[in-house]
C-alpha cells in the first residue's frame, strides 16, 4: 500500500483533505493525545479536534473527551470497514429509493480526465443545444469554442456566458459579440459549468482546461435534474456578483422563443427602448395542470435577473406578468412553483 492510494481511497468516500491529514497522522501514533496529534499535523488545536470528532463520526477513530488530555485511537482496519460498508449500504438504498419512479435507462454519466477530450465534449453538447446553454469558462480558453457558440447563437439558441479568471486582464470583450447571448465577467476562478438545455451539464476541474494534464477530473451527466440545479445556483450566485459584459440586439418580432427565459431578454430590451409587447403563451396552470392558451396577452412587467438592470425580488425569479382573462397574472419557466402559470411556449409581438 502507498499513502498516495490510500489518500486518493479516502477523497472518493469524502473525507477532506484536512481529515485525511489527520487520520493519516492518528494511523501513524495508532493511539495519541490530541495535543500530540497537533503537533504532527502542523494545524491548530480547534481543528484537530472537530476533524477528530468528525473521524469519530465516520467510524474512523474513537474520540475519547473525557479523560484529560483527550486521546483518540485508530479503529482496526476491520471496524473501519465495516463502518465505511455501512454508510455505502444505505447510501445504495437511498439512491434506490430516489430513482425507484425513475426511467434511467437513458442517464449517462462520464468521468472526463483530459483536457482534450472534455473540449470535445464541451463543444459536441453545445452543437446538440435546442434551448438555451449556459458556459462558465476561463478567458484565457474562451476562444477554443467560438466556433460551436456562433453557430449555436445563429440556430436561435440562448448562450449565457461567465468568464473567469485567469486571462481577464488580456480578454478582448469584443469577442464576446456573435458568441454569446448575454455575458458577465467575473475576477475570480470558480469551477468551470456547461450545462445544455436544463439536462445535461459537465462540471470541471479548475485546472483541467487551462493547464493540460492534471490529477483532477470533469464529470459529465446526461438527462439529470442536476443540471438545472449547478445553472440555477450560477445564475442565482456568481452571475448576480459579476458585471454585465455583453448584451445582445434586440429581435425583430414577432418572434417564438424554446424558453420562457429567452423570450424575457427580448421583452426586457423591447420595453427599454419604449416598445410595449404582447406574448402568446401555451401555458400550465400551477395548480390545477390545465394546459391554456393565452393569445396575445398584453406583459405588464418583467421580473428578471439576466439583464442589468436586475428587476427580480430574488436571485432565481425570472417571470412575467400579463394581463389574462381579466386579471394579471405570472408566468413562469420550466417547474415553476410560486408563479401562476408555467410556459411552455411562448412567442412575442409587438403591441402597435
Do not use: W
Given at each position: 500500500m502507498t499513502e498516495g492510494r490510500l489518500r486518493k481511497n479516502l477523497a472518493l468516500l469524502g473525507l477532506s483533505a484536512k481529515e485525511i491529514s489527520v487520520y493519516l497522522t492518528i494511523l501513524d501514533h495508532g493511539k495519541a493525545t490530541v495535543s500530540q496529534v497537533v503537533d504532527d499535523s502542523d494545524a491548530s488545536q480547534r481543528h484537530v479536534y472537530q476533524m477528530c470528532e468528525q473521524l469519530d463520526e465516520r467510524g474512523l477513530v474513537v474520540l475519547n473527551d473525557h479523560v484529560r488530555p483527550s486521546v483518540v485511537r485508530a479503529q482496526t482496519a476491520d471496524s473501519a470497514v465495516a463502518s465505511i460498508d455501512g454508510r455505502l449500504t444505505e447510501l445504495e438504498a437511498d439512491i434506490g429509493e430516489a430513482l425507484a419512479e425513475r426511467d434511467v435507462s437513458a442517464l449517462e454519466v462520464e468521468l472526463i480526465k483530459s483536457g482534450q477530450t472534455l473540449a470535445k465534449r464541451w463543444r459536441r453538447d453545445i452543437e446538440s443545444a435546442t434551448g438555451e446553454v449556459f458556459i462558465c469558462l476561463p478567458a484565457d480558453v474562451f476562444d477554443r469554442f467560438t466556433g460551436a457558440l456562433a453557430d449555436a447563437v445563429d440556430r436561435g439558441i440562448a448562450v449565457y456566458a461567465l468568464v473567469t479568471d485567469p486571462g481577464l486582464d488580456a480578454f478582448d470583450y469584443a469577442a464576446l459579440d456573435g458568441y454569446t447571448t448575454l455575458a458577465r465577467t467575473w475576477a475570480h476562478e470558480p469551477r468551470p459549468l456547461l450545462t445544455v438545455d436544463r439536462e445535461r451539464m459537465v462540471l470541471d476541474d479548475p485546472n483541467l482546461l487551462t493547464t493540460g494534464p492534471t490529477d483532477g477530473s470533469a464529470i459529465a451527466l446526461t438527462r439529470s435534474a442536476l443540471a438545472g440545479n449547478l445553472f440555477s445556483t450560477y445564475l442565482s450566485n456568481f452571475w448576480q456578483i459579476a458585471s454585465e459584459a455583453y448584451c445582445c440586439d434586440r429581435d425583430l418580432l414577432p418572434r417564438s422563443y424554446p424558453t420562457?427565459?429567452?423570450?424575457?431578454?427580448?421583452?426586457?430590451?423591447?420595453?427599454?427602448?419604449?416598445?410595449?409587447?404582447?406574448?402568446?403563451?401555451?401555458?400550465?396552470?400551477?395548480?390545477?395542470?390545465?394546459?391554456?392558451?393565452?393569445?396575445?396577452?398584453?406583459?405588464?412587467?418583467?421580473?428578471?435577473?439576466?439583464?442589468?438592470?436586475?428587476?427580480?425580488?430574488?436571485?432565481?425569479?425570472?417571470?412575467?406578468?400579463?394581463?389574462?382573462?381579466?386579471?394579471?397574472?405570472?408566468?413562469?419557466?420550466?417547474?415553476?412553483?410560486?408563479?401562476?402559470?408555467?410556459?411552455?411556449?411562448?412567442?412575442?409581438?409587438?403591441?402597435?
Open positions: 420562457l427565459r429567452n423570450a424575457i431578454i427580448q421583452a426586457t430590451l423591447q420595453q427599454r427602448a419604449g416598445r410595449d409587447v404582447t406574448a402568446t403563451i401555451t401555458a400550465q396552470d400551477t395548480d390545477t395542470g390545465e394546459i391554456v392558451e393565452m393569445e396575445s396577452v398584453p406583459v405588464v412587467e418583467i421580473r428578471q435577473g439576466l439583464v442589468d438592470p436586475f428587476t427580480n425580488e430574488f436571485p432565481v425569479e425570472n417571470s412575467i406578468r400579463v394581463e389574462y382573462d381579466g386579471e394579471t397574472v405570472s408566468v413562469g419557466g420550466v417547474q415553476s412553483v410560486i408563479e401562476d402559470y408555467e410556459a411552455l411556449d411562448v412567442r412575442l409581438e409587438r403591441a402597435d
